[in-house]
C-alpha cells in the first residue's frame, strides 16, 4: 500500500464551494483516509494499491477546469511536519 498526500483548492464561491468539498471529502473516503478538516481543511492523506494517476483519474470525476489538486506519494523517512498526533500514527502505521 501507498500513503499520498491530497491537496486541493477549490475555484467556486458560496454554497458551490461546499457542495463541490464535501464531494470531494466523500470521494476520498472511499480510500482508506485520514483528514484532519478543522486544521487542514484542503488536505487529506490516503493509503491505497492505486497509483497517483489512478487516484487523480478517480478525484477528477468530481472536480472541473477550474479547480486544482495535488497527490504525492510518501516515503517512509522523508516525511516531516508538525499535525495531530493520531494523524502521525496513521501515516507511520502506513509507510
Given at each position: 500500500?501507498?500513503?499520498?498526500?491530497?491537496?486541493?483548492?477549490?475555484?467556486?464561491?458560496?454554497?458551490?464551494?461546499?457542495?463541490?468539498?464535501?464531494?470531494?471529502v466523500a470521494r476520498?473516503?472511499?480510500?482508506?483516509n485520514v483528514y484532519d478538516?478543522?486544521?487542514?481543511?484542503?488536505?487529506?492523506?490516503?493509503?491505497?494499491?492505486?497509483?497517483?494517476?489512478?487516484?487523480?483519474?478517480?478525484?477528477?470525476?468530481?472536480?472541473?477546469?477550474?479547480?486544482?489538486?495535488?497527490?504525492?506519494?510518501?516515503?517512509?523517512?522523508?516525511?516531516?511536519?508538525?499535525?495531530?498526533?493520531?494523524?502521525?500514527?496513521?501515516?507511520?502505521?502506513?509507510?
Amino acid at each position: 500500500m501507498a500513503v499520498f498526500l491530497v491537496t486541493w483548492n477549490l475555484n467556486k464561491e458560496g454554497a458551490a464551494y461546499n457542495a463541490a468539498r464535501d464531494q470531494l471529502v466523500a470521494r476520498l473516503a472511499n480510500y482508506d483516509n485520514v483528514y484532519d478538516g478543522q486544521r487542514l481543511d484542503t488536505v487529506c492523506f490516503i493509503s491505497t494499491m492505486k497509483t497517483a494517476a489512478d487516484v487523480y483519474a478517480d478525484l477528477g470525476q468530481v472536480l472541473d477546469q477550474n479547480d486544482r489538486v495535488v497527490i504525492t506519494q510518501m516515503r517512509a523517512g522523508s516525511t516531516v511536519g508538525w499535525l495531530s498526533g493520531y494523524m502521525t500514527d496513521w501515516i507511520n502505521a502506513r509507510l
